[in-house]
């Protein structure tokens, strides 16, 4: 099991998800609001903390932070991802594996 199984997994036909940086990933959610992608943040993180991740025959622990914008809130794509990385920065701040959002 891997991350981007589960993130694949739980993103419907309309969405894109990917990897966007080295421990980051993407979620762009058609069709849904900033609720909608709270939702889906919150059920992909528990997904994640129900998970069995193997590193050497070992078990190991995953944690989620996620930021959630909506386009309707931004300018522009780059405003968009720029607000969105700011949640992630703000949930790892706040003591990770959570979900933050306007």
Same mark, same amino acid.
């Given at each position: 099991?891997?991350?981007a199984s589960?993130?694949?997994?739980?993103?419907? #036909?309309?969405?894109?998800v990917?990897?966007?940086?080295g421990?980051?990933? &993407?979620?762009? *959610?058609?069709?849904?609001?900033?609720k909608?992608? &709270? *939702?889906?943040?919150?059920? *992909?993180?528990?997904? %994640?903390?129900?998970?069995?991740?193997m590193?050497?025959?070992?078990?190991? #622990?995953?944690? &989620?932070?996620?930021?959630?914008?909506?386009?309707?809130? #931004? %300018? #522009?794509?780059?405003s *968009?991802?720029?607000?969105?990385?700011?949640?992630?920065?703000k949930?790892?701040?706040?003591?990770?594996?959570? &979900?933050?959002y306007?």
């Open positions: 099991m891997d991350f589960i993130l694949k997994h739980e993103a419907r #036909s309309v969405d894109i990917g990897r966007f940086g421990e980051e990933f &993407v979620a762009i *959610l058609g069709e849904t609001d900033t909608g992608g &709270v *939702l889906f943040a919150e059920k *992909l993180r528990e997904k %994640v903390k129900k998970a069995r991740f590193y050497k025959d070992e078990r190991i #622990s995953l944690t &989620v932070s996620c930021g959630v914008s909506d386009r309707k809130s #931004s %300018v #522009s794509l780059n *968009l991802m720029k607000s969105a990385d700011e949640f992630v920065y949930a790892k701040k706040n003591g990770r594996d959570r &979900v933050e306007k």
